[in-house]
Every structure is written in C-alpha cells, then in structure tokens.
C-alpha cells in the first residue's frame, strides 16, 4: 500500500506570493492533518479535515488554508506568504477522525525569500 | 489542555549504551501517547503508542516506554544505542477526537 505523498517536495517562493500544497493520504484513510515543523517551534498543528470538512483548527492566521476533496486528496494554501512562513510542512493520515495513529508523508519544504 | 514536555533537547549516548529520552505529558483525561522518530529529510514514523492497555509498551527497533500515571511519564528507552538510532524522537499526547500535540523533540546522537 503506498504512503502518503507530498507535492511538491521543496518549493522557494518570495514574499507576499502564495503557495499551494498538496497531500495525497493512504488509500482508505479518511482523516488528513497539516503540521508546520520549525526549529523553534517544533511541530504545530494547523488544521485537521475529515469528510471534506475542517474539524480542527491550530492557531494559526488566516493566511493558512486549506481543503479536503471528496478522494480524501488535501490542499493547504499560503497567502501573502512572509519569511516566517518557511519550514518543513508536514501532512499526515489516519484512517477516521480521531484516529489513534497517524501516518506522515515526507513533507514539503518552503523557503521564502 | 492537553501539553508535553521533552527534557532535552539534545541528548549523547555511546554506541552500546542505554538510551533514555523523557517526556512528560498534561492530559485532562486519560490520553493516548506515541512516540515518533523524525530520520533527516523524512516524515515521522510512528515507533510505538500507550492506548490504555498494558502500561510497558514495545515498539519497533528495540525501543519501549513505560507509562507512568502517578509521574504522568511516558519515557522512552533502548538498551543498547545502535549508530542507525541517531534520529529526532518526538512525544506527542492526544486526548481523541482532539488534534494531536507533540512535544519540541530531542535529538539523539549516538557516539561511536
């Protein structure tokens, strides 16, 4: 079965630009979660969706979208990116909302110049 | 709210030498807890998870971790550290169908 999958998998963009990216769960899992990894802040939760649904949400701005398909496909998306945006984004799948174990996909590293 | 603390963020173990990595958690009810490793330029994998059974729990590669309710501990440990174990290891708590939330990381370093 394969993983989960990240598009793309490094991306450099400059500020004030917006950004796209995407996460493709494990077949069968319904539940895809965005995670921001920074040194200094670790790994930090943005948002959760299940059933094409947002069911959690992180604290983070509004700048930071995001959607789920009927597939179980998730986009996130930037706006008006700034230079704090750059990290390691990270999604992960599980198979329903609440899911004791979720599995992560590579991630896609932002730069933002 | 639910919260974990890794103490260290940085740890050296000689290769052969017992691997001890400390995480303690907040949890306003009882949680579930997991332990990741992070190799570099990867995701996470998931090495083991407490779901309220049994309090030892065993994992991949060797690793295990107790959970201790009384200390609200879930450290992880490894008898003998392999050079292949030099990673970035993760605690996270999760109080389902709550997001789950992961400590700061340590990174481990396994001297030859």
């Known amino acids: 079965k394969a993983g989960v999958t990240q598009t793309p998998r490094y991306l450099i963009k400059t500020r004030g630009q917006q950004v796209t990216l995407s996460c493709s769960p494990i077949s069968g899992h319904r539940s895809v979660s965005w995670y921001q990894q920074t040194p200094g802040q670790g790994l930090q939760f943005l948002f959760e969706y299940f059933s094409e649904t947002q069911r959690n949400k992180g604290n983070f701005p509004g700048r930071f979208s995001g959607r789920q398909f009927s597939n179980s496909r998730s986009e996130m998306n930037v706006s008006t990116l700034e230079l704090g945006d750059s990290a390691l984004y990270l999604c992960a799948s599980s198979l329903s909302q609440g899911s004791d174990e979720q599995f992560f996909g590579p991630g896609t590293r932002l730069t933002v110049l | 709210a639910q919260s974990v603390t890794q103490l260290g963020s940085h740890v050296s173990v000689s290769e052969g030498a017992l691997v001890l990595l400390r995480c303690n958690y907040s949890?306003?009810?009882?949680?579930?807890l997991f332990w990741y490793v992070q190799y570099p330029n990867q995701g996470l994998q998931l090495l083991l998870k407490?779901?309220?059974?049994?309090?030892l729990v065993k994992g991949i590669n060797g690793f295990e971790a107790e959970f201790k309710k009384s200390e609200t501990s879930f450290h992880l440990t490894k008898p003998s550290a392999h050079m292949s174990d030099a990673a970035e290891y993760f605690c996270a708590v999760s109080d389902p169908p709550q997001k789950v939330t992961f400590g700061i990381g340590t990174k481990l370093q396994v001297i030859p």
């Open positions: 949890s306003s009810v009882p949680p579930y």
């Open positions: 407490y779901t309220s059974a049994a309090t």
